[in-house]
C-alpha cells in the first residue's frame, strides 16, 4: 500500500485501516478512517474528534468546546455511506445547546434510516471557511487501469453527476521504461514546501532511466513553431522569435497574458519552477541553436550553477541577446521567491556584475 514516498510509519497507517476494513468486508471507509489515510498522505483536514457514545451527547459537547465553534457533526456508521441522505449531518453549531441538540436528531434520524447500522459515533469538526467543495477520488477501471475522478463536492455530487476522469499519471519508472526521453512535472509539493528528499527522489529516478525532468512546480511550456501546448493553460499560437522562460509561474502568466493582450510573437515559453534537472544554462545552450529564436528572455529568482549559467551565456550572447529580469532583489522578494519555487535568491549586487560580465 502507498507510494515510495511514505515512510514506514505511515505506510503502516495506511496499510493497517485498510486491513482493518477488508477484515470486515467493507468497501467504505469511515470518515475517521479516511482522515487517518489523509493525514498519512499529508494532506490538510479539518480539526476533529470522534464521540463514541452514541447515547451522551456530552462527549460531543467538550470535543466542539476543545476544537473551537463553530462546528459540524456527523454520523459514523460504516453502514451509513451517505450521511446526508440519513440526516446524520449538521453543519454550523455555535453554541454547546445546538450540539447537544444536534447530536439527538442525527443519531435519531440514522436509526430511522437504517435500523440495523451499526453506529460508531458522532464526529465532531471543524467548520473550515467557505470554499468551492469539489471530490478527488481513484479509481481502477478494467480497461484504463489507474483513473482520477473530479466532480463538484457536496450536496451536489448527487443531483449534477458532473464527473471528469484522467488516467493518472505514469511513475518515473514506468516512462523509463518505455523509453521516454523528457518529462514535463507540473505537481507541487517539493522542493518549495521543504519536501527537498521527494525531489530528490524524482531526479534520481529520471537519472536512473536517462530522462531529462523540466519542474516540477511549473505550469508547462509552449513551443509555437511545433505547435505544441504542454501546460494546464489555454493554446498560445503566435509565432515569433522571442524564447521566453520563466522560474515564477506567476510572472510567467503574467507574460503570457501580455503576449495574448498585444499579440506579441513568440518561439516559445518555458517554465522552469524548481529546476529540479532542466534549468536555465541548458535552456541557454538549446535556444543558441533553435532556428525560429532569435532573442532569449529570462526571468531568474536564482541559479542552480551560476558559472554553468555564465559559460552557457558566453557561448550563446555572440549568436543572440540574452536579457535577464532576476527577481529577489529585496529581502521581501527573496522570501516571496523562496516560498513558491524553493529559491535561494542571491545577492543582487553580485547577479548585476557578473551577468554584465557574462554579456
Known amino acids: ?3 515510495t514516498y511514505l515512510t514506514d510509519r505511515q505506510k503502516g497507517i495506511v496499510e493497517g485501516v485498510s486491513d482493518k476494513a477488508r477484515a470486515a468486508g467493507r468497501q467504505v471507509l469511515t470518515a475517521p478512517e479516511g482522515r487517518l489515510i489523509a493525514e498519512a498522505y499529508g494532506i490538510p483536514v479539518p480539526a476533529e474528534g ?5 447515547e451522551d451527547a456530552e462527549d460531543a459537547v467538550a470535543l466542539a468546546d476543545r476544537i473551537g465553534f463553530p462546528v459540524a457533526l456527523k454520523i459514523v456508521s460504516p453502514d451509513i455511506p451517505h450521511k446526508t441522505d440519513a440526516g446524520g449531518v449538521r453543519t454550523g453549531l455555535g453554541s454547546a445547546a445546538e450540539v447537544r441538540a444536534a447530536f439527538t436528531t442525527i443519531v435519531a434520524n440514522a436509526r430511522a434510516y437504517a435500523p440495523q447500522a451499526r453506529i460508531d459515533g458522532v464526529q465532531v469538526q471543524q467548520m473550515v471557511p467557505e470554499g468551492q467543495e469539489v471530490i478527488v477520488g481513484a479509481v481502477t477501471d478494467p480497461t484504463f ?3 482520477v475522478a473530479f466532480r463538484l463536492g457536496g450536496v451536489l455530487v448527487e443531483v449534477l453527476k458532473d464527473v471528469t476522469f484522467r488516467l493518472a499519471p505514469a511513475s518515473g519508472e514506468e516512462a ?3 523509453g ?6 507540473i505537481p507541487s509539493g517539493f522542493a518549495e514546501t521543504g519536501e527537498h528528499a521527494l525531489q530528490q ?3 534520481a529516478i529520471g537519472a536512473e532511466w536517462g530522462i531529462r525532468l523540466l519542474g516540477p512546480n511549473i505550469y508547462g511550456y509552449y513551443s509555437t513553431w511545433q505547435d505544441l501546448c504542454a501546460t494546464f493553460c489555454t493554446p498560445y499560437d503566435v509565432k515569433g522569435g522571442v524564447a521566453l522562460t520563466s522560474q515564477s509561474g506567476g510572472i510567467g502568466m503574467a507574460i503570457l497574458g501580455f503576449a495574448r493582450t498585444t499579440r506579441t510573437g ?14 536555465e544554462d541548458d535552456l541557454l545552450t538549446y535556444f543558441a541553436e533553435a532556428p525560429h529564436t532569435d532573442c532569449i528572455a529570462m526571468h531568474l529568482e536564482d541559479l542552480k550553477d551560476g558559472r554553468a549559467f555564465v559559460a552557457a551565456a558566453r557561448e550563446t ?3 543572440k541577446p540574452v536579457v535577464v529580469l532576476k527577481a529577489g532583489r529585496t529581502s521581501a522578494g527573496a522570501r516571496a521567491a523562496g516560498s513558491h519555487t524553493g529559491a535561494l535568491a542571491g545577492d543582487d549586487a553580485v547577479y548585476d556584475d557578473i551577468l554584465r560580465q557574462a554579456g
Open 180 to 185: 521516454v526521453p523528457n518529462a514535463v512535472l
Open 266 to 279: 513568440v518561439s516559445a515559453i518555458v517554465g522552469l519552477g524548481n529546476k529540479a534537472d532542466v534549468d
Open 317 to 319: 550572447v555572440p549568436k
Open 176 to 178: 523509463g521504461r518505455k
Open 145 to 147: 487501469g489507474k483513473v
Open 201 to 203: 527522489r524524482i531526479v
Open 50 to 54: 470522534l464521540a463514541e457514545d452514541a
Open 1 to 3: 500500500m502507498g507510494p
